[in-house]
């Protein structure tokens, strides 16, 4: 092979490793927060770059032809011995971090890195006057040293350092992990042999690149699979804390109701808009609107469609009859104060879903389908579903419960008013599903009736 054909198949391969260590190291520090044990692998790749520029300044400085060249060469030769051992340096360091994250790696193992390291680099700088590693002879070509099976010792060593860290841990980590450090063991060691057995042939950051390659790819599988998990640990800390928050603003609006009626009057508006909002899913009525998620929301939302009523001065809710005109107008603000009170107290924390059907509950339960309801008089389908469904509960509750204004309703004499209101006060396709399910409606009625709270 003439030596033109083999320094372009030399500089090819080391133009090669440094375009993958460069892409390498760059998308690594590209990450804002990565792991202390990818800076090293980024160094290493680094210092890999430095070895192959150097190595292909060395194929194109032999000859005597130009003055440039018999600087160049000496000094390149000089700092592809010093650079190369800093790819042991740190890729040991890269090791020892990575195993750090799951178990303390001994001080020792560094240590002896470091030490031959100093010592390569020291005989490296002797190799620059006494030909230790290498010599550049009168014709200014590079030749080995008589010495040079001392940094293949140096090398070696280094590489039996590595496997048995690999060795000592592997059990820690998974077989693709293993694989990974093992590759930068065997392909450079194995490229080196052959360069080695065959001067003239730079295989050695070819090997290099082949194990930084599979090394690179996983540690995009750990990366993506510590963000998977990261990600599932977030999404249950969040359902953790809506279902915390949820369950307090639905103790708190327990709470409230108790303490102005006395009663199970939420528990049980919540569990039939509950029921409601899942018999339409089921029968596909409104199937554009109720889905999965609309049922297990109203479930909660409708729990806060009269916490307006803590606004409301006390002897009007516990009037034992009838109110008054001015009365009525004082309770009817509830409604829009409810709505705004959800909206400021619940804006961070919750879904804004979650937010918008809670408000659109407390403002809109009063509304009428005939447009005569309080307090935007809305008519038919402009009034939210959500309320709707509620304003079903919440009178058909009221119908059949005690209050301290009026006298209750049997069951039967209740339904029937809901059916004659029927297209007036109430949505009519939803009072068709809703006496569809008379029995289960009667069954939360009494699971939750006002004796079961002095129980």
Not at 34 to 42: D, G
Not at 45 to 56: G, K, L, P, Q
Not at 129 to 148: C, S
Not at 312 to 337: F, G, L, N, Q, S
Request: hydrophobic share 45%; glycine share 4%.
């Amino acid at each position: 092979m003439n030596r033109e054909l083999l320094n372009a198949i030399n500089v090819t391969l080391d133009g090669y490793s440094i375009l993958i260590s460069l892409i390498i190291a760059i998308s690594i520090f590209s990450i804002k927060k990565v792991e202390k044990s990818a800076k090293w692998f980024a160094l290493t790749n680094i210092a890999s770059v430095v070895y192959s520029v150097t190595d292909i300044i060395m194929w194109v400085s032999e000859g005597t032809d130009a003055a440039w060249k018999l600087v160049l060469l000496p000094l390149s030769s000089f700092l592809f011995y010093f650079s190369g051992i800093f790819i042991f340096l740190f890729y040991i360091r890269y090791i020892i971090e990575y195993y750090n994250s799951i178990e303390k790696v001994h001080k020792g193992w560094w240590y002896f890195c470091i030490a031959l390291c100093v010592l390569f680099n020291v005989i490296t700088c002797f190799s620059a006057f006494f030909n230790v590693y290498y010599t550049i002879t009168p014709e200014n070509t590079y030749q080995r040293g008589k010495l040079f099976n001392i940094s293949v010792i140096i090398e070696v060593i280094l590489y039996i350092e590595a496997l048995l860290l690999v060795i000592k841990h592997h059990k820690k980590m998974s077989n693709a992990e293993n694989i990974g450090f093992a590759s930068f063991i065997f392909c450079p060691f194995i490229t080196q042999i052959v360069q080695i057995a065959n001067y003239g042939i730079a295989l050695n950051s070819l090997g290099l690149t082949i194990s930084f390659f599979i090394i690179y790819i996983n540690m995009n599988q750990r990366l993506k699979t510590r963000l998977d998990t990261t990600e599932n640990q977030l999404t249950m800390l969040d359902n953790k804390k809506t279902t915390l928050l949820g369950d307090t603003i639905i103790n708190l609006a327990n709470l409230i109701e108790y303490n102005e009626t006395g009663s199970n009057h939420t528990k049980r508006i919540t569990k039939i808009a509950r029921l409601i909002a899942k018999t339409c899913r089921k029968n596909g009525l409104y199937d554009n609107i109720i889905d999965k998620d609309f049922v297990e929301i109203i479930s909660k939302a409708s729990a806060l469609h009269d916490i307006g009523n803590i606004s409301v001065p006390h002897p009007i809710i516990k009037k034992p009859a009838k109110v008054t005109p001015e009365e009525y107008e004082t309770i009817k603000t509830h409604a829009e104060i409810g709505s705004n009170m959800i909206n400021d107290i619940l804006a961070v924390g919750f879904e804004r879903e979650f937010i918008k059907m809670a408000c659109d509950i407390a403002k809109y339960h009063h509304e009428r389908w005939d447009g005569n309801g309080y307090p935007e008089h809305l008519k038919g389908k402009e009034i939210p579903l959500s309320a709707r469904i509620v304003a079903l509960a919440d009178v058909f509750d009221a119908l059949v419960t005690p209050r301290c204004y009026k006298n209750t309703v049997s069951f039967e004499e209740a339904f029937h008013i809901i059916d004659n209101e029927s297209g007036k006060r109430f949505d009519p396709e939803l009072v068709m599903e809703f006496l569809k399910i008379k029995n289960k409606v009667i069954e939360i009625i009494d699971t939750y009736s006002d004796s079961s709270v002095e129980d």
